[in-house]
């Protein structure tokens, strides 16, 4: 627990919280936070599935910190996330998961962020964050739980194939969209 408390210290540390941007934007998106190292079909399905019930731009925040060890660069990551799905979509990059880390620079862009995507494991730490400072970031965000569908699939696994060079095995863990991108992602992986 005391972990948790010093990774979200440090945060808030690295956000100057008189920084973020208290004028809410005019469309409304969704956002859905995460690593994406890489992109999963469980991923991407999640992506689809916001769009279909929500109606509106699911912005894809991808987290890479400053000490991050993932292996892909986020340019990449960002290419197969706009390749894998038909659904409208933002791919944005983050510091931090922090929610005030996403607000000033969708705001900016005259987007508000209404939902929030997160799975499970994410729900209560979300939850804290936004009655924590919604009067402070002027927010109208609700988490929307997205309970994983498959165990069977993850990030981790979907490296583990590309270490193996096992294309049937990544196949079946990614999009159809992001199957072209099997020996670049390997590449990585070195």
Not at 22 to 48: W, Y
Not at 152 to 176: G, H
């Amino acid at each position: 627990m005391t972990q948790h408390k010093i990774k979200f210290n440090e945060l808030l540390e690295a956000i100057s919280l008189d920084d973020v941007n208290k004028n809410p934007g005019t469309e409304e998106v969704s956002v859905m936070l995460g690593r994406f190292q890489p992109c999963t079909a469980a991923h991407i399905s999640i992506i689809d599935d916001a769009y279909k019930k929500y109606g509106n731009t699911v912005v894809v925040a991808v987290v890479k910190s400053s000490n991050d060890k993932s292996p892909f660069p986020f340019k990449l990551i960002s290419e197969i996330l706009q390749k894998s799905t038909k659904s409208k979509i933002k791919v944005i990059e983050l510091k931090t998961g922090f929610i005030g880390d996403f607000i000033s620079p969708l705001r900016d862009e005259g987007m508000e962020p209404t939902i929030l995507l997160a799975g499970t494991d994410r729900v209560k730490s979300y939850n804290g964050q936004i009655k924590r400072y919604k009067d402070t970031f002027n927010l109208t965000l609700e988490v929307k739980e997205t309970k994983r569908t498959d165990d069977d699939i993850s990030a981790s696994k979907v490296r583990q194939s590309l270490v193996d060079d096992d294309l049937e095995t990544f196949k079946s863990m990614t999009a159809k969209g992001t199957w072209k991108y099997f020996d670049k992602l390997k590449k990585y992986m070195k």
